[in-house]
């Protein structure tokens, strides 16, 4: 494995993939009945892409830790899903999605496949509508769109505040009718724990049965893995408590690179931690952006009142308020791109300004809004637009209607009437822009080893747009996998099933069982919970929202010594072969230990700032991250037996449909 | 606050399973449910116990995972939440607090609180989708108009979580609200009208193999439900039911 060919086909970038798709190989329907198919994963990646290769005739064995292909962790997604529509006729297209995504990635994802995925955007609203997926409507009965940050037009669809559950919904209907037809045979509450490689392809899996804890071979011509992103290394995060990055670490150590470890997206609304029992941090969706005005008090001693419960942010009159986003970035406001509106929080908060306890909140406020909705919903009733008691109450109807849901999920975790009284919220680790390389085919560096949604590293650089990922979910498993593993496959027609009762599939078993027995056997004194929530401290304080050398070279020493601390000391009660949830999770943090490393290395490396990478000696005078042409690649790792050893592999990006430019949102 | 926790263990689903009695000495009231099992089972650990295994993914009431039976209700003593959501201000310093896992024959238990819900999955394979095949042709998603309303209600009935808690806290453990919620979404959509005579007799008739027992109309699934599913929708999959009968 030398150097990296990310495939990209020839031509004019907005010809490419059509080009591509005429010229690929096909496999006869007739020959894909002999061809098998692992996926690993069934949110809206790995779900999409089962049902589609399906309905194409392959035999597709799905995989996922959940008690049912449902609950894969899309299920939380709440604000929407883009596509260049240009329903609103506000000058969106194909183009604008593209360069509202490059750049917003601030200039570190690759041209081809972000112009493919805006390409497709459009197909995958017409399907999800064919198929049932209940997206807004106006009242003329044609589909809504709102707002997202980063971006100055209307594309996005959404289902309420549940567009992931819907789309999500969408996939495993389309899955269920394929599990019907014996299409797809299906694993819930299997984990994944290894890649079995053959003659240097990918030909199968090593899993674990979670309620027996069998452990078990699977075969097939091509293994996906659609296993989402592995933000939980920091512990606190939106993500559900059972993502992980094992099935990706996995691939790596048996040969896929790791491409941008360090990018992860850091979101600004959410709702802050409340105490040391905290288990997982809650999303307030970024959709809320479009009608709250984020701020603190101008003055410290209205800080310090408010924290002491002298006063209430509604008794801060508004020229003692600071929206500091509004200040900041005129042109886009309360509506700048994630990674811009999380360090402007955190930078207000270090400055003294936080609103809470710990001083880790700033307000996200609605009154404006109500106001503004009331006095509209007056008007067209015909009802006195000057009665306040009435306006108000109009516009909180309005509110309810948008955006009920996340205010009763907040009421419900915080205890205060957010229409009442404005929403504290902090930035929490939220979406791995970081992930497993792959090429146009969105194949590894591994043969017949994919990965997809957002496991791979591939469209969104150094920052993700908000409703971006659930886009590029199901652009990948319904629209560009069944072409490109087709191409593949094509080889694999005369292959036959693939025998696991080989000395490859021996090996990888017996490694899994030793990785479980070394766990179970242990019987030191710390639970796994322990070593994870030490591993997030070192995490989010030194490689978080701004990291710096020191800080970086710190973490890459503590994180091993804590791993080293991990296999001496952590301890797993009951056995293998049952149930046994603390199992699953050690298997899960022993992984994020190995990671984290990488992690910390890559960040280290990466001497620039860029999306969510921001790094304190490279900032502008202004405090906006500095970029350096120097560092305008993908850095692509290569494991070599310890983390520390990885050998880094750069992809130059090039840019030639687009001009890289200083990203100003001002 | 002070608890007494008075749990359901089963070792496994041919163990018989008994409630065993734990003390928790300082919950804080900021706590969601599951938080504070998350801190039982941390001191479990520390003694060399084995923790109470239950399902739980999210923790912010959308995936369907966390199920549990608190003071012989499904999902808690308040309304419209799922177990992750409910945080501990809903109880007292003192209080006793009996949990059991979802009790139906057609969701056998697994481990202490965890139950197979497989059943639900196959009903949905049964029918519970528009045969429609991913192509990239299929027509603009504005092609066809739907009202407002219609797209609203269909929505209302998509956002069930497949929970099961209308299925544990009926007395004739009948799925009825789920499916209905399912037939309805398509049925109030012009997508799902072609199929909708098949769709909904394939999906009642799985349900009857699965075990679920009959709707005598008591009305608890609604009030249990964590995502207000309403009545309504077992009207509709009635309504549909006969009208596929008559076809
Ligand atoms: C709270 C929240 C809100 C969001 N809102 C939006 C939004 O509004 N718009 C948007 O575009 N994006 C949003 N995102 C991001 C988006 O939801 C995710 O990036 C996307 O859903 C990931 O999909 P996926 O298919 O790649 O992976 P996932 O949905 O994470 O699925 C992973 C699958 O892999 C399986 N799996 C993982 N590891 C293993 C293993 N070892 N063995 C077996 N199976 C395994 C799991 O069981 C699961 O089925 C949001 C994210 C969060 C956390
Ligand atoms: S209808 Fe309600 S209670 Fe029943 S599975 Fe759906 S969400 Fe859960
Ligand atoms: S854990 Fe997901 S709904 Fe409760």
Same mark, same amino acid.
């Given at each position: ?38 996926i690993?994963?069934?949110g809206l990646a790995g779900g999409s892409a089962a049902a589609t290769l ?10 996922? @830790? ?105 996939a ?52 996906v893995?659609g ?30 690179? @790791? ?143 948008? +955006? ?48 997809i949604g ?18 590029q979910g199901l652009a990948d498993g319904y629209f560009v996998l069944p ?181 100003? +949102?001002? | ?81 799922? %177990? ?24 056998? %238990? ?22 429609? !095949?991913t192509?990239? !042709?299929?027509?603009?998603? !504005? ?35 789920? %499916? ?21 007799? !394939? ?45």
């Amino acid at each position: 494995m030398g150097t990296l060919n990310s495939k990209v086909p020839e031509g004019l970038l907005k010809d490419k993939w059509t080009t591509y798709k005429d010229k690929i190989n096909l496999v006869n329907p007739a020959n894909k009945r002999n061809i098998d198919i692992i996926i690993v994963g069934t949110g809206l990646a790995g779900g999409s892409a089962a049902a589609t290769l399906a309905e194409l005739g392959y035999n597709v064995k799905s995989f996922c @830790f959940q008690d049912s292909p449902r609950r894969a962790h899309s299920i939380a997604a709440q604000g929407g899903i883009n596509a260049a529509k240009n329903y609103q006729g506000d000058g969106d297209s194909t183009y604008r999605l593209f360069y509202d995504t490059v750049k917003g990635g601030d200039y570190r994802s690759r041209e081809s496949n972000v112009h493919r995925l805006a390409e497709v955007s459009t197909n995958i609203i017409d399907q999800c509508v064919a198929q049932g997926v209940p997206f807004a409507r106006d009242y003329g009965g044609l589909l809504d769109n709102r707002s997202f940050g980063g971006v100055l037009v209307s594309r996005t669809f959404y289902a309420k505040g549940q567009t992931g559950q819907q789309l999500l919904l969408g996939a495993y209907s389309a899955m269920n009718r394929q599990i019907g037809r014996g299409k797809i045979k299906m694993y819930s509450r299997h984990e994944m724990l290894d890649v079995v490689i053959v003659d240097g392809k990918a030909r199968g899996i090593i899993a674990r049965n979670l309620v027996t804890g069998e452990i078990e071979r699977h075969s097939a011509h091509a293994v996906v893995l659609g296993t989402g992103g592995y933000g939980n290394t920091f512990y606190l995060s939106t993500y559900a408590m059972g993502s992980n990055v094992t099935a990706i670490w996995k691939a790596h150590k048996r040969g896929a690179f @790791f491409a941008n470890p360090c990018y992860t997206q850091i979101h600004p609304t959410c709702i802050p931690v409340s105490g040391d029992h905290q288990s997982k941090l809650t999303l307030m969706s970024e959709s809320l952006r479009n009608d709250g005005r984020i701020w603190v008090p101008k003055n410290m001693d209205d800080v310090l009142a408010i924290r002491e419960g002298k006063l209430k942010p509604i008794d801060i009159s508004e020229e003692n308020r600071d929206y500091y986003l509004e200040r900041r970035y005129p042109a886009f406001g309360n509506l700048v791109p994630r990674d811009v509106a999380s360090r402007a929080a955190k930078e207000r908060c270090d400055a003294g300004y936080g609103v809470n306890k710990t001083g880790e909140a700033v307000y996200l406020d609605f009154a404006a809004a109500i106001a503004r909705y009331g006095k509209e919903q007056a008007h067209v009733k015909g009802l006195d637009e000057d009665n306040k008691a009435l306006v108000t109450a109009l516009g909180k109807d309005i509110i309810k209607a948008k +955006y009920g849901n996340l205010f009763q999920m907040y009421e419900k975790i915080v205890d205060q009437n957010p229409y009442e009284t404005p929403m504290m919220i902090f930035p929490a680790v939220h979406y791995t822009m970081g992930g497993i390389w792959v090429d146009y085919n969105l194949m590894t560096t591994v043969p017949g080893l994919y990965a997809i949604g957002e496991a791979n590293f591939s469209d969104h650089g150094a920052n993700r747009l908000g409703a971006s990922a659930l886009m590029q979910g199901l652009a990948d498993g319904y629209f560009v996998l069944p072409y490109t593993i087709g191409d593949y496959l094509a080889d694999d027609i005369r292959t036959g099933p693939i025998a696991t009762d080989t000395k490859e599939f021996d090996d990888a078993e017996s490694l899994v069982k030793s990785n479980l027995d070394k766990l179970i056997n242990n019987n030191g004194t710390h639970s796994v919970d322990y070593f994870h929530k030490k591993l997030g401290k070192i995490m989010w304080n030194k490689c978080g929202m701004s990291r710096n050398e020191k800080d970086l070279k710190d973490a890459i020493s503590e994180i091993a010594e804590l791993r080293a601390e991990f296999y001496k000391d952590v301890r797993v009660p009951g056995n293998a072969n049952e149930y046994n949830e603390e199992l699953a999770k050690a298997g899960r943090v022993a992984d994020f230990l190995e990671l984290g490393e990488l992690f910390a290395k890559d960040a280290l490396q990466r001497e620039e700032s860029a999306g969510g990478h921001f790094r304190d000696e490279y900032q502008t005078p202004e405090g906006e991250a500095m970029r350096r042409k120097e560092f305008q690649y993908v850095s692509a790792w290569e494991y070599k037996g310890q983390p520390k050893d990885a050998v880094l592999h750069k992809e130059e990006l090039v840019y030639e449909n687009i001009e890289v430019k200083e990203r100003s +949102y001002k | 606050m002070k608890l007494t926790l008075k749990i359901w263990r089963q070792k496994s689903a041919n163990d018989k399973g008994k409630i065993v009695d734990y003390k928790l000495n300082d919950v804080s009231p900021d706590m969601s449910f599951l938080e504070m099992l998350d801190v039982l089972n941390q001191e479990l650990i520390d003694k060399n116990e084995e923790p109470i295994a239950f399902d739980h993914d999210c923790r912010e009431g959308i995936c369907g995972m966390c199920s549990m039976y608190i003071n012989g209700r499904a999902h808690g003593p308040d309304r419209s939440i799922t %177990v992750c959501q409910l945080h501990m201000r809903s109880f007292s310093d003192g209080d006793t607090i009996y949990i059991e896992p979802w009790r139906a024959s057609a969701f056998p %238990v697994i481990k202490d609180l965890i139950v197979d819900r497989s059943a639900f999955d196959r009903i949905q394979q049964a029918g519970g989708f528009i045969s429609v !095949n991913t192509s990239g !042709n299929t027509q603009d998603a !504005n092609g066809t108009l739907i009202s407002k309303h219609a797209a609203d209600e269909a929505m209302d009935a998509a956002t069930c979580i497949g929970c099961g808690a209308c299925v544990a806290t009926c007395k004739n453990s009948s799925a009825m609200l789920f %499916v209905g919620a399912k037939v309805s979404q398509y049925a109030l959509l012009p997508q799902g009208q072609i199929e909708a005579a098949d769709r909904v007799q !394939n999906m009642v008739a799985q349900m009857d193999l699965e075990g679920f027992g009959n709707c005598t109309n008591t009305g608890a699934c609604e009030v249990e439900c964590p995502k207000g599913i309403s009545l309504d929708n077992i009207a509709r999959m009635n309504r549909e039911l006969m009208k596929a009968a008559v076809k």
